[in-house]
């Protein structure tokens, strides 16, 4: 029971209550079909937050609570307080794993964890895109083929603006002539950070297999290793009569 | 003339003005010393800047026509206008380069550039520091022997809390049983920045040729490829008709 | 049973058999000793094999049934055949994982898997050293305070001729003046490869907890998770007519 | 005249000769092309070096005269004599810098230095290519565009089983559906190396202009920071007594 991996599926949750098409891939948010698929494995235990909620679900006491957040918004991010993104930047740097999806890119608390702009080229033709996994060898990559597609996604291409990524697992190739890189892993103050590109609301992407075997493999790759505060300062970890 | 790389050294120049030990080290205060023995070289173009400026030397139009920023800082990181951060990190985003010096791990600067909390060991006792060239075939590295001794320094030890590097060039030793990543390469955006470790004010450090030498090879090596903005959001670079 | 990480500690087991002192601190060898902290974990099955056997114990079948190799050298580098050589760098590259430990760090095995010389700076003086923990939410940290103290041990120092390593996970700390970069992860081929440079002979070193654990946590981290042959060439993955 | 960049364009010289389609374009050899779009800059002093000549052109005294050696080679790779192959890369992990064309990726050379198998995923139809850079503020990216195109390229695709780069520069499209990485740094010992993959010997690709680009500013790239011999074995640097 203390092995489980207590993980929270965080959604702005805008899109599927507002367009048709959206709901019918995702009738009850996207944050539940996440929700939904993690619940088949023994390791997690899960739970959901949403921007609506008082502070967007994401008290102190919540993430206190969580190893792993998972964040997805898109046309929302500047709603999220900024109280609340300081909260959650702090709890990665102290340990807490953060798997960010598709447009979460531009989230306040990618952005800040990142430390650049986190733009990148896109458009939106229902193209194909293909995976290919460079690093198979990593954690986040068991179980994976050479590569996957996806049969209608949207195009989010290079140069994506992020530091250079500490490891690179994945690359997508797209339709239309572009190049991404899909799957990046970094490592903010005690916390692990993983980017995963696939994720347009409008095409029923989290039903995809492979794409739920990525966001698993993930989870349990961010898993806290170690959890502290960062503040040394100060400490004698030596006196100098000591030597 | 269009080749000359220009450099802003940036100094909060506060215990030069109060404390009689260090303005018997920098009388005219660290960023002269540091702008003098840079314009012993043919390739720079130098200017000061202070935090009792207006907008602490750093207006826009001094940041436009600034290849690379020098930053050093230690207790008034705080009294650095939020506008002026803001201003600086952007630029950097955009091309220009930052090398931070000692203190300046805790500038707000480099804070909110690196998206951790930066801070690390320390203590004062006027200790011997060692600092090893482990990447000789870096351009930072050139010139530098395997090793260079700083007789006296301020103590900064591991854990470091930072992103990993993108390339590590300095290791340096400190006699009471501490070690420190104290040459560091990052980028952020299309700005390369460098945190080089050595420089308490209460010791002679940068008038000691082998940390002149890193800092002029700094420059060099952080000044723009490539400047622009990195918002390319929505550009269409490959309509589907076309392949 | 499946989920068993099959080890095999590879000793050249020569200095046991020739040095009393050496004899005194791992009477059976140190692959024993080894062998023997490993066994009171659940997750490992575990063989030995020593140089005098016959291709030093090192079978194609061995191999094949080896998760992890962990590898223990110093004098008889030489004596290990090219054909052993070629064998062992083979399999890591198809997946098995590798950690070389101490004086290994000049085998024929890891030169060929750097491809650099290996060499770096020594001397025997049996000082003290102190292993800093610069990474510690890698899995390779886990369990471990922030630094571990050897109170005799070989010096090891930089710079040491690798590749620069994908993680840096501990840097020691020499009590004559030198650095090194004790704990670095690499990957070559499908393989995980670790350096752990603690272990000289005439010292107690593998049975100092934190460097069992150490190499306990090693193992987790290099096993396999993907198996297979990196030649691709000329496969037909995606045909022109397909898009 | 001291500062001049010594390049040496080593071609095996094959195709050229023997296919009336490969000498249309290179009628003196792909490494006379190359050197002649070299010979514009004024920082470069060229030499060629070929399979047939003794030692195939690269005698110990040529390569002790070359700061940067560029490698064409792809069906006769076996014929390069195991002398020349330690040679040479003797004298990379020593400073000289190594610019690896194309079909280079399976040389002796570059297999050795980089200790992996360096296969990859290809096939050959005269596709598009696209190469996207991802790190505009490297020096090898300089004066490039955010992407460039070949209008006709042998695949070359992912999985390329090298370790992973120290720097990702440069990403390709194909039109078939695969990504490769196809701008790679690495170091090994001293020496500096960059993988560049367009170059298949029945298309032009040399006389593009950002082909050219790219090997001009990889060439300036790879030139030597420091050059020495990375054995210093046993060297007492800090005897006890000093300190």
Redesign the interface.
Known sequence: MNDMIRVTVWNEYHHEKTEKEVAAIYPDGIHQTIAGFLAKEDDFSIRTATLDEPEHGLCQEVLDQTDVLIWWGHVKHEQVSDQVVERV?SRV?K?MGLNVLHSGHMSKVFR??????C?????E?A??E?V????????I??GLP??FEIHHEEMY?????I??P???VL?????????F?SGCC???????IFYFQPGHETHPIYHHPQVQQVITNALRWAA???E?S???????????ET?
Chains 1, 2, 3, 4 share one sequence.
């Open positions: 930047c740097q340990g800040k964890l990142m430390g650049t702009s733009t990148l080229r896109w458009h033709v193209e194909k293909r290919w996994v460079i690093n198979p060898q990593h954690p990559a068991r050479p590569y291409g290079e140069r994506f603006d530091p250079a500490d490891e690179l690359i997508s190739w797209f339709q239309t002539g572009e190049v890189r970094f490592t903010r103050g005690y916390g692990r806290p290793i170690f502290g960062p503040v040394i300062n100060g400490d004698w970890v030596a006196p100098l030597l």
